[in-house]
């Protein structure tokens, strides 16, 4: 599956010929195309200052809105900022990265459940 998303673009397309398009409020973080399931995830801006815990959106092939991704565990909800990154790793698997306010995180998101597995700390 093709996608067409350029940085600072406020719009995604994927599928056969751009069929499906998805316009945001602020141009997306990171967008990704999903394997197993087959998908698109788009990780939604932090602008606008406030957290937004769940602003990782997993979307299937023909544009339905799948899951968003949870944030992971932490102590503190109080903590929680939001997802900044997805991307490949060069062997392939989908990770993805979560902002705190006491250190980022990254894991590997369950594209079924929406849970980020193998959490350890970003840098």
Known sequence: MDIDWQAGSRTVRWGDGAAV???FAHPPASVVRCVDPPGVLVVESLEGGSPQPSNAVVFDEDGT???RLAPPELPE???RIGYY???ED???RLLAVYATRVGDLWGRPDLTTGELLDVH???
């Open 65 to 67: 809105e799948r899951l």
């Open 85 to 87: 990154l997805a991307y």
């Open 90 to 92: 060069p062997q392939g």
């Open 121 to 123: 700390e970003w840098r």
């Open 21 to 23: 398009e998805k316009t």
């Open 77 to 79: 909800p109080s903590w």
